[in-house]
């Protein structure tokens, strides 16, 4: 997610934190069955999931942090780790979307440890994180969507990458100095990303370099672990600012399309999807949004929502101002649902939503009246869908937080880890172990899903 333009974000730093050409024929870049190794891979079927031969389904959720939980080094991380995959198996979510790359950057709301420390450096410890991760996952039975690096500053992201080729300074969206941070200035600092070849080569590096990763714990290579199901380009990946002009939107969706086959030529097993906010992240434009996601090498659509930081909701609370941002946002995901049925006629997931507890209170046991009946609108939606054979087919809430709290602990221990990015209040949209109200709503929506599939 991008976070809100506040002042001065409140971070908190944390220091803990040669294939066979027949397969790749197999998996021709469209129409991909996806049955993969014994029919566990997810895969797309006449625009629908399917896994096994059987529709796949989810309401599942965002843990960003899984890698820098899991980190050997930070005490009682790994069982922590294991407690929250648990109590999401409870409430049925098979699906989680995680931080799989991560950049170290000199910006005040980056996050200090990147798993990329400098070109082709990587940090093994985090790696190791990863790999319990996804080993983890797989003894539940539940499938991860990667996304291996970020357009925001807050994992590090593509500015780095360009800062490592090029020398330049980044321009901070979190500098003290300024009101409201660079932000312009930073999107198109980041957006220069997709014309260097150079820094597009140390992105394919670590790509080449996860992609045929053996995990650490049970042995699989990642390319042929049906524990992920798809690699994500990014997360958010846009043109440049709002007012981007055409060559960037050319240059925006030629790299969408050569990276995904770059990643498809590597690994003929797993979907790639681009990890965009959709229209909005597509400078506001349907024909911006449909011609990035034509190729076919881009396996499925991704739309984000969120109602607070564009502006639709002041304050999350029920009332009249709220009923009508739900609907603004039913539509708005209904808009990408027909362009996904109707024009690419690819799967549809709405990968990141939230919205704060009530009056963007942050502690975890303030009320979630808005936040429960916002996340029973979107569940439905994507039911409705599933139930109609539409093209909506999961969601992916954000965010889980589970156990974490904001100053149970010191920043490098396992507690400090909410959900929240640390360029952001901590509590701002985390699902906590203790919002049963929540999560009984989220075990409810996979409870309808599965009756669904069947």
Same mark, same amino acid.
């Given at each position: 997610?991008?976070?809100?333009?506040?002042?001065?974000?409140?971070?908190?730093?944390?220091?803990?934190?040669?294939?066979?050409?027949?397969?790749?024929?197999?998996?021709?870049?469209?129409?991909? !069955? %996806?049955?993969?190794?014994?029919?566990?891979?997810?895969? /797309?079927?006449?625009?629908?999931?399917?896994?096994?031969? @059987?529709?796949? =389904?989810?309401?599942?959720?965002?843990?960003?942090?899984?890698?820098?939980?899991?980190?050997?080094?930070?005490?009682?991380?790994?069982?922590?780790?294991?407690?929250?995959?648990?109590?999401?198996?409870?409430?049925?979510?098979?699906?989680?979307?995680?931080?799989?790359?991560?950049?170290?950057?000199?910006?005040?709301?980056?996050?200090?440890?990147?798993?990329?420390?400098?070109? $082709?450096?990587?940090?093994?410890?985090?790696?190791?994180?990863?790999?319990?991760?996804?080993?983890?996952?797989?003894?539940?039975?539940?499938?991860?969507?990667?996304?291996?690096?970020?357009?925001?500053?807050? !994992?590090?992201?593509?500015?780095?990458?360009?800062?490592?080729?090029?020398?330049?300074?980044?321009?901070?969206?979190?500098?003290?100095?300024?009101?409201?941070?660079?932000?312009?200035? =930073?999107? $198109?600092? !980041?957006?220069?990303?997709?014309?260097?070849?150079?820094?597009? #080569?140390?992105?394919?590096?670590?790509?080449?370099?996860?992609?045929?990763?053996?995990?650490?714990?049970?042995?699989?290579?990642?390319?042929?672990?049906?524990?992920?199901?798809?690699?994500?380009?990014?997360?958010?990946?846009?043109?440049?600012?709002?007012?981007?002009?055409?060559?960037?939107?050319? !240059?925006?969706?030629?790299?969408?399309?050569?990276?995904?086959?770059?990643? @498809?030529?590597?690994?003929?097993?797993?979907?790639?999807?681009?990890?965009?906010?959709?229209?909005?992240?597509?400078?506001?434009?349907?024909? +911006?949004?449909?011609?990035?996601?034509?190729?076919?090498?881009?396996?499925? +659509?991704?739309?984000?929502?969120?109602?607070?930081?564009?502006?639709?909701?002041?304050?999350?609370?029920?009332?009249?101002?709220?009923?009508?941002?739900?609907?603004?946002?039913?539509?708005?995901?209904?808009?990408?649902?027909?362009?996904?049925?109707?024009?690419? $006629?690819?799967?549809?997931?709405?990968?990141? =939503?939230?919205?704060?507890?009530?009056? #963007?209170?942050?502690?975890?046991?303030?009320?979630?009246?808005?936040?429960?009946?916002?996340?029973?609108?979107?569940?439905?939606?994507?039911?409705?869908?599933?139930?109609?054979?539409?093209?909506?087919?999961?969601?992916? =809430?954000?965010?889980?937080? %589970?156990?974490? $709290?904001?100053?149970?602990?010191?920043?490098?221990?396992?507690?400090?880890?909410?959900?929240?990015?640390?360029? #952001?209040?901590? %509590?701002?949209?985390?699902?906590?172990?203790?919002?049963?109200?929540?999560?009984? /709503?989220?075990?409810?929506?996979?409870?309808?899903?599965?009756?669904?599939?069947?």
């Amino acid at each position: 997610m991008k976070p809100e333009n506040i002042s001065r974000r409140q971070f908190i730093q944390t220091a803990a934190l040669a294939l066979p050409l027949v397969a790749a024929g197999c998996r021709a870049l469209s129409g991909r !069955s %996806g049955v993969g190794s014994a029919g566990k891979f997810v895969g /797309v079927r006449n625009g629908l999931f399917e896994m096994d031969g @059987h529709p796949y =389904f989810y309401i599942g959720a965002n843990v960003w942090y899984g890698a820098y939980l899991s980190d050997p080094a930070l005490p009682g991380g790994r069982r922590r780790m294991r407690r929250e995959l648990d109590r999401l198996q409870s409430l049925g979510v098979t699906n989680l979307r995680l931080l799989a790359g991560s950049e170290t950057s000199p910006l005040a709301g980056a996050i200090p440890r990147g798993i990329t420390q400098a070109p $082709r450096d990587w940090d093994e410890a985090l790696l190791r994180g990863l790999d319990f991760c996804l080993a983890e996952m797989a003894d539940r039975n539940m499938r991860g969507v990667l996304f291996v690096s970020n357009y925001w500053q807050w !994992s590090g992201g593509f500015a780095p990458y360009v800062r490592w080729t090029t020398g330049e300074v980044i321009p901070d969206p979190d500098s003290p100095v300024m009101a409201h941070g660079d932000w312009a200035g =930073f999107m $198109r600092f !980041s957006a220069r990303f997709y014309n260097l070849p150079a820094a597009n #080569e140390l992105y394919r590096a670590y790509l080449r370099h996860l992609l045929g990763r053996r995990n650490t714990v049970n042995g699989r290579i990642y390319r042929d672990d049906p524990a992920i199901m798809t690699w994500e380009l990014a997360n958010e990946p846009r043109p440049g600012t709002d007012d981007a002009d055409e060559p960037a939107v050319e !240059s925006f969706c030629r790299w969408i399309d050569e990276t995904a086959r770059f990643i @498809h030529g590597q690994d003929p097993n797993h979907l790639v999807c681009t990890g965009s906010e959709g229209i909005w992240g597509c400078l506001k434009r349907p024909d +911006v949004f449909l011609r990035s996601h034509r190729s076919p090498a881009i396996d499925y +659509v991704t739309v984000h929502m969120w109602l607070k930081n564009w502006g639709w909701l002041t304050d999350p609370q029920l009332g009249p101002a709220y009923d009508v941002a739900a609907e603004r946002a039913r539509d708005h995901v209904e808009q990408h649902t027909v362009l996904a049925t109707e024009t690419l $006629r690819k799967p549809l997931v709405l990968e990141e =939503f939230g919205l704060p507890r009530d009056h #963007e209170r942050y502690a975890p046991d303030s009320p979630t009246t808005a936040r429960d009946d916002y996340y029973r609108r979107m569940f439905g939606q994507v039911a409705e869908s599933c139930r109609a054979g539409r093209a909506l087919q999961g969601a992916n =809430f954000w965010t889980w937080g %589970g156990e974490g $709290r904001a100053g149970a602990g010191q920043p490098d221990s396992a507690a400090a880890l909410t959900g929240d990015p640390f360029s #952001e209040p901590q %509590g701002l949209n985390s699902v906590f172990d203790c919002d049963r109200s929540t999560q009984a /709503v989220v075990a409810d929506a996979n409870a309808k899903l599965a009756a669904i599939a069947g």
